[in-house]
């Protein structure tokens, strides 16, 4: 059983992450009225839903792990979660796309400090074998702000308008913060290390021993590719669905809320705990569990882009997103396992630097590209030629992650044998 300071630490690391999914995916269910009041193109809207938060959410991911590797996590955290929030409620405010682009790039500034932070702290909060649980548990907050924003954009943005949405669901996230200070402390550092044969690299040979660990690279590539073809479902789903079955705002809204809340929450629900098990039985268990989802989401994204009706579209769409998010709490495991506990906060900076730059940065641009190279701007259905990117990014990330669960079964046991080999000298 986990203590209750610690069960406090994750509720309110998920509320966070929530909050920090629902800044963050908001602008994507609102692309449909901004682009019509602002004349927007798709590479524009690419560049203000992804690449604009991406920048420096990117770039500051691996300065501020190695700042959550020495300073209060706590405090990081709710420093971020106030600028993120400001930032996402002054999008409102804005009435060209440099003032978007701006305030986007502060809503990537702030929310670069919690994921070094949050997962290092909940690996100081929670014993190895029961990580993925808690991750994953955290990890719900991804589709529990991915569905508010698609409720709250939907309906308020039909209502009030889209600046209206911005005002309403930004600022609130100023008061998290507060809490956030009053309620969780910082825990010690190390205080539930992973077993000694469960790393893959020197705990002591600085960032070079991250940076050089085979298993790491392949496991960031995996995701990333992963990454591209997940986050396109968040990104393009609501305008794509709109324009093929001609839904209003709030009907697109709330059909995509209730998917990704039923989704996302059976990815949360099962899917960490499914992880720990294949991990249990092998090393690499979380990596096959990975490798396994996004070889099921290729076939799911080609019936979603080709369903000739609605209900065949939304019944592809439904466990697509399951299998999208079902990845995020095993991979931030098994960055708890891979490295020391005084690395982990640089870890997972490189991590998010791969993740974010091809699954956040580069991708959604050259999406964008491909859609308006896909048809006239006429054609509201152009965006799902462009999507066929995804199935195919989706089988190179199970061969990736396999590839890296293999690396990791030989790493850990050759460690488990060197010891053998030493006693028969």
Avoid at 40 to 66: D, I, K, M, N, W
Avoid at 375 to 400: E, K
């Amino acid at each position: 059983m986990s203590s209750p300071a610690a069960r406090r630490t994750l509720a309110l690391l998920t509320l966070a992450y929530t909050f920090n999914f629902l800044d963050r995916t908001l602008i994507y269910i609102l692309f449909t009225p901004i682009k019509a009041e602002l004349g927007l193109g798709e590479v524009q809207l690419a560049l203000l839903g992804s690449t604009s938060f991406v920048l420096f959410y990117t770039l500051l991911g691996v300065p501020f792990g190695r700042l959550a590797d020495r300073v209060n996590r706590v405090h990081m955290i709710a420093a971020g979660l106030t600028l993120w929030s400001v930032a996402s409620g002054l999008t409102g405010f804005m009435d060209d796309f440099a003032g978007l682009f701006l305030c986007r790039v502060l809503v990537g500034v702030g929310e670069a400090t919690l994921g070094p932070a949050a997962i290092s702290l909940l690996a100081d909060s929670f014993p190895a074998e029961r990580r993925a649980n808690a991750n994953a548990i955290y990890a719900a907050g991804v589709p529990l702000g991915a569905a508010l924003a698609m409720f709250g954009g939907g309906a308020i943005g039909q209502a009030w308008g889209w600046r209206g949405a911005f005002f309403a669901l930004g600022f609130p996230g100023v008061l998290l913060a507060l809490v956030l200070l009053l309620a969780v402390r910082e825990p010690a550092r190390g205080a539930f290390p992973s077993p000694p044969a469960a790393h893959a690299a020197p705990q002591h040979g600085g960032w070079r021993a991250i940076v050089n660990n085979p298993v790491l690279r392949l496991h960031t590539a995996g995701y990333a590719c992963f990454a591209l073809a997940a986050n396109a479902v968040s990104m393009w789903m609501p305008a794509l669905l709109g324009a093929r079955f001609h839904l209003t705002l709030a009907e697109v809204g709330t059909t995509l809320g209730l998917c990704t809340l039923l989704g996302g929450g059976a990815a949360a629900a099962f899917g960490g705990r499914a992880a720990d098990a294949w991990r249990a039985r092998t090393p690499g268990g979380r990596l096959r569990f990975g490798a396994a989802a996004a070889a099921a989401a290729a076939p799911l994204w080609l019936g979603l882009l080709f369903a000739p009706s609605f209900p065949l579209a939304i019944a592809c769409l439904l466990p697509l997103l399951a299998v999208a998010l079902a990845w995020l709490g095993p991979a931030a495991a098994d960055l708890s396992e891979l490295v020391a506990p005084n690395q982990r906060g640089f870890a997972v900076g490189l991590y998010f630097l791969g993740v974010n730059a091809i699954g956040y940065g580069l991708g959604p641009p050259a999406l964008g590209w491909l859609a308006e190279q896909a048809g006239s701007g006429a054609d509201p259905t152009r965006v799902g030629v462009a999507l066929l990117v995804c199935p195919a990014a989706c089988c190179i990330a199970a061969a990736l992650l396999l590839a890296a669960a293999r690396q990791r079964e030989g790493a850990v046991g050759a460690g488990a044998r060197a010891p053998e080999v030493a006693g028969a000298r």
